[in-house]
């Protein structure tokens, strides 16, 4: 088992931008997530989804789009890039939101740095 | 909405010494509570979760007790090592109403640095 996976591992853009970031697990995991994390700040939800083709908007939503067209993969878009969304970026899944199942499970990482 | 409060960081410790971070929380409804351990350059780990009031986690040492009378989830390890050093996230998923869909809202982390 892989486990949640992340590509890539680093990107450095410019200005304006596009970009997707991939999430994958292997683990037939419902519910998918995605965070920024940002010094001080902790992990915040940018979108999330409870099912294939389902998404929703997180905490902090806005300049970024994603779609979940496969049960196992959930993707993040950058559309036009600004240094404001240069962070840490973290997939999890979990199983359930049911208190007994709802540990999520999250991936490496993205370091995307915005110029 | 949801919130939670860490202790501020960073901690420095020596070897062998005891650990608290303190962790408080604002939710609705009743949440499950958790703590998350993000070591150098790698995502988070569960370290340890309680899901009701006066449930205790426990993980490789540490443990941290649901006190729902004062909203708290604090962690503790009574003899910290070197390999503890990282960074640790208290965090809470609360489904009040059925629309939580088991997001998590973490505290923003206290960084552990523990000296030989």
């Known amino acids: 088992n892989a486990g949640v996976t992340q590509t890539p591992k680093f990107r450095v853009l410019k200005t304006g931008q596009s970009m997707t970031l991939l999430c994958a697990q292997d683990?037939?995991?419902?519910?998918m997530y995605w965070y920024r994390q940002d010094p001080g700040m902790g992990l915040r939800l940018i979108h999330y989804?409870?099912?294939?083709?389902?998404?929703a908007k997180g905490e902090v939503p806005d300049g970024y789009n994603v779609s979940r067209l496969k049960k196992q993969n959930f993707l993040l878009g950058l559309e036009s890039a600004a240094p404001s969304q240069t962070s840490v970026y973290f997939c999890?899944?979990?199983?359930?939101?049911?208190?007994?199942?709802?540990?999520?499970?999250f991936g490496p990482g993205t370091r995307l740095t915005v110029l | 909405g949801n919130s939670v409060t860490q202790m501020e960081g960073p901690v420095t410790l020596s070897e062998e010494a005891f650990l608290t971070i303190n962790c408080t929380y604002t939710?609705?409804?009743?949440?499950?509570l958790f703590w998350y351990v993000q070591y150098p350059g790698e995502g988070l780990q569960l370290l340890l979760k309680?899901?009701?009031?006066?449930d205790k986690g426990s993980n490789k040492g540490f443990e941290a007790t649901y006190r729902k009378e004062t909203t708290s989830f604090h962690l503790e390890k009574g003899s910290v090592q070197v390999s503890d050093s990282a960074v640790y996230f208290c965090a809470l998923s609360s489904n009040a109403g059925g629309t939580s869909y088991g997001k998590l809202t973490f505290g923003q982390g206290t960084i552990l640095t523990v000296h030989p």
């Open positions: 939710a609705t409804g009743y949440p499950s």
């Open positions: 309680a899901t009701k009031a006066d």
């Open positions: 989804s409870v099912g294939e083709g389902t998404t």
């Open positions: 683990m037939n995991h419902e519910y």
């Open positions: 999890a899944s979990s199983y359930s939101w049911d208190r007994l199942y709802n540990e999520q499970f």
